[in-house]
Nanobody
Framework: QVQLVESGGGLVQPGGSLRLTCAAS????????MDWYRQAPGKQREWVAA???????YYADSVKGRFTTSRDNAKNTVWLQMNSLKPEDTAVYYC????????????WGQGTQVTVSS
């Protein structure tokens, strides 16, 4: 099981940007999909974005056009660039790893808090 550590969260004003980083303990070349999830207070965890090994990235409708995910297999790192942040983006953001495109994530990070407020 791979260990994942997120960083880069913090407090930002509406309209601002943050870049989250997810560092993996192993080479992520063989990890089929690296995902980002988030959980706001009192709400269920929701999927945000996916970075498959190959091909296009995928995004939830709520973040499409504002968030971008990328991965660098050589650096064992995944990023989530978040622009035009809104108060409703406030949540704990988690990085996750999937062995296949059809499976649920089998490794999770501890999460990083993102707060969007003026």
């Amino acid at each position: 099981q791979v260990q994942l550590v997120e960083s880069g969260g913090g407090l930002v004003q509406p309209g601002g940007s943050l870049r989250l980083t997810c560092a993996a303990s192993v080479n992520i070349f063989s990890i089929e999909v690296m995902d980002w999830y988030r959980q706001a207070p009192g709400k269920q965890r929701e999927w945000v974005a996916a970075a498959p090994r190959y091909g296009s990235r995928y995004y939830a409708d709520s973040v499409k056009g504002r968030f971008t995910t990328s991965r660098d297999n050589a650096k064992n790192t995944v990023w989530l660039q978040m622009n035009s942040l809104k108060p409703e983006d406030t949540a704990v953001y988690y990085c996750a790893a999937r062995s296949s495109t059809s499976d649920a994530p089998n490794s999770w990070g501890q999460g990083t808090q993102v707060t969007v407020s003026s």
